[in-house]
């Protein structure tokens, strides 16, 4: 605390904020490396092979600062350089000269190269960084090594650090490990990512980290994805709200150095993204808790979703909200295993998509032991459509849910069609995909077994109800006299 008493509010972007008053004693962007965080935009003229602009007005410019006039640079592209001296005034003289005559183009500042030596120098030295809040208009992609410990900004609200991407360019930000060894424990927080639908992959990559966490970050108006996480390891993704992206939200990927393995996303708000909100491919043990996800995909179109898991096994969905999620499904689950979908609520109606929860395949590779429990389907489309060709059974797992529409398979609750009894000695499985209550009646000689396998405990019991477990045997022993049975779905 005693840090605290060394700063005044001035000097941070949020007073009430500790951890900026802590910060502040990192490196500035703005302070230590001219970075303007202005969104200011005049006019201005300037000849080519000068580097004498004439403003028509003087507006914030400051010396050292990065600036930029359209159509100035070679062959008319956008010139970007830095003010030597001028500022104040209406003439600045710049560090580079003009390859092109302009009269009245567009002048702004530019701090890409500030943001760039800024993140640079954390870089070289592993230290801490915070940005104060602004807009900071960004021309070129901008990179970091991982070796970092942490960038923070001042918010995602209206007073919030803005990085806004003001050129065409693959994407604002890269943080990237090596390409044969993570790079660990560093953060990135209170940022927002604006693509200004001028990104062309996404607006951040996170790339080859572990043990990083993304916080309440904003993803949007990417020309692709919000934001990429590839070959990233046991990662958090805490409040990153990630929408009006062209394809995803969040996709999670793989690199040469490793699959985006077992991490969590966490309360994030992933919306209004034109293919899918978050896509998890070929990356095992990534969890989702606590999502706001809705108004995601394409009417119509089936490459389209909520939240798809493709060739990626032992992930979740749990506690989340799906709502208007168009396309295929609010929850895709593709030739991935051990997936599960727990204590939801999801609100699909039919003109939107034809189901709530997909398990579809593609080739031979089927999805194996998906669990569906405890969600609430609350729209009219069918619930659950398992397109999946199998040679194990049983292959998903469906208990307590609620419906208010239609669902496939039925629903688990009330009486089902018996499978056949079973010869005497012969154990039978529940295939059923829930749990059931088996009331067994009649026959001579009835000893009902039950076992994890095919190889089943009697249980002493000639008749009676037993519970049978979604995969679970049941047998009936050596009768002589067959029995009959009920099945019930619980």
């Known amino acids: 605390m005693g840090l605290i008493t060394l700063h005044t509010a001035s000097r941070v972007a949020n007073p009430s904020d500790v951890a900026l008053h802590e910060l502040d004693l990192a490196v500035n962007a703005v302070r230590d490396y001219n970075a303007s965080g202005s969104a200011v935009s005049t006019t201005g003229s300037i000849s080519a092979g000068s580097a004498v602009l004439t403003l028509a007005a003087a507006e914030d410019f400051k010396n050292g600062q990065g600036i930029s006039i359209a159509e100035a640079g070679a062959s008319g592209a956008l010139l970007v350089t830095s003010i030597v001296s001028g500022a104040g005034t209406t003439s600045l003289t710049l560090a580079a000269s003009a390859s092109m005559t302009v009269t009245g183009a567009i002048v702004q500042h530019d701090d890409t190269a500030a943001w760039q030596a800024f993140l640079t120098y954390l870089d070289t030295n592993r230290l801490a960084g915070v940005v104060p809040y602004g807009t900071y208009l960004i021309t070129t992609p901008l ?35 090596g390409t044969s060894s993570f790079e660990y424990s560093g ?30 970050l904003w993803m949007g108006n990417s020309g692709k994805d919000g934001m990429q996480v590839l070959g990233c390891e046991s990662c958090l993704l805490e409040r990153v709200y990630a929408t009006t992206s062209v394809r995803y939200g969040l996709y999670l990927s793989t ?30 043990g990534n969890h989702i808790i606590n999502g706001d996800i809705g108004n995601n995909g394409t009417s119509g179109n089936d490459a389209t979703g909520g939240v798809i898991f493709n060739f990626s096994n032992n992930g979740s969905i749990e506690d989340s909200w799906m709502e208007s999620n168009a396309g295929y499904a609010s929850v895709i ?30 080739g031979t590779t089927a999805s194996y032991n998906t669990v569906i429990e405890d969600n609430r389907f609350l729209g009219t489309t069918t619930n659950i459509i398992d397109e999946t060709t199998h040679t194990v059974a049983p292959h998903v797992f469906i208990n307590r849910n609620y419906s208010s529409g239609p ?13 056949t009894v079973p010869a005497a000695n012969t154990a039978i499985q529940n295939t059923f995909g829930f749990d059931c209550y088996v009331v067994v009646s009649g026959g001579t000689g009835v000893d009902i077994g039950l076992g994890q396998t095919s190889t089943t405990t009697a249980t ?14 049941i047998s009936l022993g050596g009768y002589s006299v067959t029995p009959t049975w009920v099945w019930i779905g619980i």
């Not at 689950?333 to 699909?348: E, L, M, Q």
């Not at 669902?407 to 499978?419: D, E, L, N, Y």
């Open 143 to 177: 990179a970091s090594t991982g070796k970092l410990t942490k960038v923070q900004g001042s918010g995602t609200g209206a007073s919030g650090t803005i990085l806004h991407a003001n050129a065409p360019m693959a994407q604002i930000l890269t943080v990237s490990g």
């Open 187 to 216: 953060k990135v927080s209170d940022i927002i990512f604006d693509g200004n639908s001028k990104t062309t992959v996404a607006n951040f990559i996170a790339k080859n980290l572990a043990w990083w966490k993304f916080e309440n």
């Open 255 to 284: 690199t040469t150095l490793s699959d985006s393995n077992n991490n969590l996303i966490l309360a994030c708000p992933v919306g209004g993204n034109t293919q899918g909100g978050i896509y998890i491919d070929h990356s095992d």
């Open 333 to 362: 689950v593709i030739n991935s295993s051990n997936t599960i979908i727990r204590a939801n609520n999801i609100y699909t109606v039919s003109t939107e998509s034809p189901t709530d929860i997909n398990l579809t395949q593609g």
């Open 407 to 419: 669902t496939v398979p039925s629903s688990a609750a009330g009486i089902q069609t018996a499978p």
């Open 460 to 473: 002493g019991l000639a008749s009676g109800a037993v519970i049978v477990r979604s995969g679970q045997y």
